[in-house]
C-alpha cells in the first residue's frame, strides 16, 4: 500500500562521472512528471581532480581524504538545493524529499560481487537543507542482488514508454547505457560502454586542462580514423566489450593511458576522432547485440547527445532503422532526465514502492535507497 506523502514536489541532486558539476532539479511528479527549475554548481579544480583520481587509478585513499571529499561534495549539494530553492516560490518545507545520488568515485564488478563507492554526506545535506534526503540507491540494489547500475532504466519506463513506438533511451554521460522500451513485453537496460569519458581524459591531459571536453567534437571533426581502423577493431573486439547482461561499467574500466600507446603517432585531431569513434561504434554494437529488434525510435540524453560530431557518428551507423529523435518531444530537456530520476527514485522510497530491475541490474524487486531524516 503507497504512502501519502506530504507533496508532490521533489528534488533529484547528483554529480555524473565526468566530475563536472553538482546538478539539482526541483520537479512536481504525478502520474506525470513536470520540471520546475534547475540549478548547478561546479566542482573546483582541486576536488576535480581528486574525484577523478581515485576515479581513474582504482585505488581507494585514506579514510581522511575520503571523509574530506565525502564532507565537501555534501555541502557543494546543499548549497545547490538551497541556491535552487531561491529561484523558486516554495520554501524547504513544501519540498517532500530530495533524492541524492551523490559522487560515484568507484564502481567494480568481480565476478558476481560488486562493489560500488558514492559520496556526498546525506546527512549534511538534509541537515543544511531541512529537508528529509533519500541515499544509497545503488547500495540498496547491489544489497538486494544487482549490480548496482544502471538505475534508469526504471524512470525511462515510468515515463518513456509508448504504446505506439518501440523506443530506445541512449544516455551518453562519462558511461554510456541505453533502455529498450518495447511497445509490448518487458523493458530493459545496461551500460554499453565508454561514453564521455576518455574524450573528456583526453582532451583535459592534451590542453593541459584548459578546456574539460570537446565542445561540439570540433577536434575529432577535424581527425581522421581511417589509418587506425585496426586498432579501433581491436579495442571493441577486446574481453571488454564480451558481456553478457545484466552488465555495469565505470569509467575505471576505460584506460585513455592503454589506449594511446596504439595512437602514439596520432595528432590530437586523431586520437579525439577515434576516441569519439569508440563511443559511437560501442552503441551501435551493443544494439546489434543486445535489441531484440530491427527498428526502433532512438533518443539520446546526457552530456554527448550535445556533442554533434558525435551525434552525426551515431546517426550515419544507425542507419534509417534507428532513426535518433528529439528527446525533447518526450517532456524533459536531456540535461534533467537524471536528476529527473533520482527525485522520482525518492518519491518511490517514501512511499514504499519496490523498483523493478530485475534484467537491468539482476536485483529482485526491491525499495532503494536510505531515508535520512532531519
Known amino acids: 500500500m503507497k504512502k501519502k506523502l506530504k507533496s508532490n514536489l521533489f528534488i533529484g541532486v547528483l554529480s555524473g562521472t565526468s566530475a563536472d558539476s553538482i546538478d539539482a532539479g526541483l520537479f512536481k511528479i504525478d502520474k506525470k512528471i513536470s520540471f ?3 540549478a548547478s554548481t561546479k566542482y573546483d579544480g582541486k576536488l576535480k581532480d581528486a574525484i577523478l583520481d581515485i576515479s581513474r587509478n582504482k585505488k581507494l585513499p585514506s579514510k581522511g581524504v575520503l ?19 531561491k529561484k523558486t516560490p516554495f520554501k524547504a518545507s513544501e519540498i517532500c524529499a530530495i533524492g541524492s545520488h551523490g559522487q560515484t568515485l568507484m564502481h567494480k564488478r568481480q565476478g558476481r560481487k560488486t562493489f560500488s563507492l558514492q559520496v556526498g554526506d546525506p546527512f549534511l545535506i538534509g541537515r543544511e537543507t531541512n529537508i528529509t534526503t533519500v541515499s544509497n540507491f545503488r547500495q540498496a540494489n547491489i544489497k538486494n542482488g544487482g549490480q548496482g547500475a544502471p538505475l534508469t532504466p526504471s524512470f525511462h519506463k515510468e515515463f518513456f514508454k509508448s504504446s505506439t513506438e518501440d523506443r530506445l533511451i541512449i544516455n551518453i554521460g562519462g558511461i554510456s547505457n541505453m533502455t529498450f522500451l518495447p511497445k509490448k513485453g518487458n523493458s530493459f537496460g545496461w551500460d554499453c560502454g565508454p561514453g564521455n569519458c576518455m574524450i573528456d581524459n583526453f582532451i583535459q591531459k592534451n590542453s593541459k586542462k584548459k578546456y574539460q571536453f570537446d565542445k561540439n567534437g570540433q577536434l575529432a571533426a577535424k581527425g581522421d580514423i581511417y589509418p587506425y581502423e585496426i586498432e579501433i577493431d581491436k579495442y571493441l573486439k577486446s574481453k571488454l566489450f564480451q558481456f553478457e547482461l545484466p552488465n555495469s561499467f565505470s569509467i575505471e574500466n ?3 593511458e ?8 596520432a595528432s590530437s585531431a586523431d586520437q579525439a576522432a577515434c576516441l569519439t569513434e569508440i563511443t559511437a561504434r560501442s552503441i551501435f554494437k551493443s544494439i546489434e547485440n543486445f535489441c531484440p529488434i530491427k527498428k526502433a525510435s532512438v533518443y539520446l540524453c546526457g552530456g554527448g547527445a550535445e556533442n554533434k560530431f558525435l551525434v552525426s557518428r551515431l546517426k550515419i551507423l544507425l542507419g534509417s532503422s534507428f532513426p535518433i529523435k528529439n528527446i525533447n ?3 524533459l530537456k536531456p540535461k534533467y532526465i537524471e536528476a529527473a530520476t533520482f527525485a522520482w527514485l525518492a518519491k518511490k522510497r517514501l512511499s514504499g514502492e519496490k523498483i523493478y530491475l530485475k534484467i537491468s541490474t539482476g536485483a529482485k524487486p526491491s525499495l532503494l535507497g536510505e531515508i535520512n531524516k532531519n
Open 254 to 256: 576505460f584506460d585513455l
Open 67 to 85: 571523509k574530506d571529499i565525502d564532507n565537501k561534495v555534501g555541502e557543494i549539494s546543499a548549497k545547490t538545493i538551497n541556491k535552487l530553492i
Open 36 to 38: 520546475l527549475n534547475f
Open 258 to 265: 592503454k589506449f594511446q600507446i596504439k595512437l602514439r603517432k
Open 329 to 331: 518531444t518526450l517532456g
